[in-house]
T-cell receptor
Framework: DAGVIQSPRHEVTEMGQEVTLRCKPI?????LFWYRQTMMRGLELLIY????????DSGMPEDRFSAKMPNASFSTLKIQPSEPRDSAVYFC???????????FGEGSRLTVL | AQKITQTQPGMFVQEKEAVTLDCTYD???????LFWYKQPSSGEMIFLIY??????QNATEGRYSLNFQKARKSANLVISASQLGDSAMYFC?????????FGTGTRLTIIP
C-alpha cells in the first residue's frame, strides 16, 4: 500500500515567490496534518483537517500561510510570499483513528533564498 | 507549559547495551495516546511504538518497549540490545483531542 506522498521533495526558491507543497494521504484516512520542522523550533503542528474540514489552524504562523483540502485524497500548503525564515522541512501526515498513530510522508525540504 | 518533555538532548550508548529514553507528559484529557518516533539522518519519521492511556500493559514491539507510569505521567522508551542502526533522533509524542504534539527529541548515538 502506498504511504503518504508529498511533493516536491526539495524546493529552492527566492524570497517573495509563492510556494505550494502537496500531499496525498493514505486512502481511507480521515485526518490530515501539516507539520514544520526546524532546528530552532522542532516539530510544530501547523494545521490539521478532519474529513476535509480544517479543525485547528492555530499553528499557522501568519497570513502568508494557507492550507486547503479540496477532497479526501489531496491537500496543499501554500506560502505567499515566501521568506528565508520559512526554510524548513514540511511534513504531511495522515491518520485513520482519533488516537492512533500518524503516518508521515517523507517531507518537503524548502529553502528560501 | 510544555506538553511533552524530553530532558536528554543527547545520549551515547555502547553497542548491545540497553538504553532508556525519558519522556514526561502533561494532559487533563483522560483519553490520550503516547508515541515514540525515530528520525534517522535521512529525515523520515518512523513510528516505533504506541501506548493508549487506558492500556493496562506496557506496550512492546520487538526490541522496543514503553515503560508507562500513568501516575507519574511518564512514558519512557526502552531499547534492548542496541544496534548501530539505532543511532537517530527519537521523539516522544502525545495525541489528545486528535492533535499530536512532539517533544524536543533525544539524539541517540550508538558507539561500536
Amino acid at each position: 500500500d502506498a504511504g503518504v506522498i508529498q511533493s516536491p521533495r526539495h524546493e529552492v526558491t527566492e524570497m517573495g515567490q509563492e510556494v505550494t507543497l502537496r500531499c496525498k494521504p493514505i486512502s481511507g484516512h480521515n485526518s490530515l496534518f501539516w507539520y514544520r520542522q526546524t532546528m530552532m523550533r522542532g516539530l510544530e503542528l501547523l494545521i490539521y483537517f478532519n474529513n476535509n474540514v480544517p479543525i485547528d489552524d492555530s499553528g499557522m504562523p501568519e497570513d502568508r500561510f494557507s492550507a486547503k483540502m479540496p477532497n479526501a485524497s489531496f491537500s496543499t500548503l501554500k506560502i505567499q510570499p515566501s521568506e528565508p525564515r520559512d526554510s524548513a522541512v514540511y511534513f504531511c501526515a495522515s491518520s485513520g483513528q482519533a488516537v492512533g498513530e500518524l503516518f508521515f510522508g517523507e517531507g518537503s525540504r524548502l529553502t528560501v533564498l | 507549559a510544555q506538553k511533552i518533555t524530553q530532558t536528554q538532548p543527547g545520549m551515547f550508548v555502547q553497542e548491545k547495551e540497553a538504553v532508556t529514553l525519558d519522556c514526561t507528559y502533561d494532559t487533563s484529557d483522560p483519553s490520550y495516546g503516547l508515541f515514540w518516533y525515530k528520525q534517522p539522518s535521512s529525515g523520515e519519521m518512523i513510528f516505533l511504538i504506541y501506548q493508549g492511556s487506558y492500556d493496562q500493559q506496557n506496550a512492546t514491539e520487538g526490541r522496543y518497549s514503553l515503560n508507562f507510569q500513568k501516575a507519574r505521567k511518564s512514558a519512557n522508551l526502552v531499547i534492548s540490545a542496541s544496534q548501530l542502526g539505532d543511532s537517530a533522533m527519537y521523539f516522544c509524542a502525545m495525541r489528545e483531542y486528535e492533535k499530536l504534539t512532539f517533544g524536543t527529541g533525544t539524539r541517540l548515538t550508538i558507539i561500536p
